[in-house]
């Protein structure tokens, strides 16, 4: 069974930074890809940020060059360092892990962007 566990959501000022992590557990025989999505109230969840086995990364546009996604050494762990958050970036965000065609999530983590 795979198990994904996120956290460092929270409440942010506008303009401020959040870093999540989300680390992945169980049997796992390979990571094809690894990412987040969120999903803000009455709207559909939409990807954020992905990144390959090898290292590759894809952005949403409306996050290029604020949002950075990175991969653990050691465990099967992804990060996503969010600057200058916005209150439109306001949503739960899901980790999800890509293995052998299976697409796992976790349950989510909040970030708020108020002042």
């Known amino acids: 069974q795979v198990q994904l566990v996120e956290s460092g959501g929270g409440l942010v000022q506008p303009g401020g930074s959040l870093r999540l992590s989300c680390t992945a557990s169980g049997s796992i025989f390979s990571m094809d890809t690894m990412g987040w999505y969120r999903q803000a109230p009455g709207k559909e969840r939409e990807l954020v940020a992905t990144i390959t086995g090898g290292g590759s990364t894809n952005y949403a546009d409306s996050v290029k060059g604020r949002f950075t996604i990175s991969k653990g050494n050691a465990k099967i762990t992804v990060y996503l360092q969010m600057n200058s958050l916005k209150p439109e970036d306001t949503a739960e965000y899901y980790c999800?892990?890509?293995?052998?065609?299976?697409?796992?999530w976790g349950k989510g983590t909040l970030v708020t962007v108020s002042s």
């Open positions: 999800n892990l890509v293995s052998m065609r299976m697409h796992y």
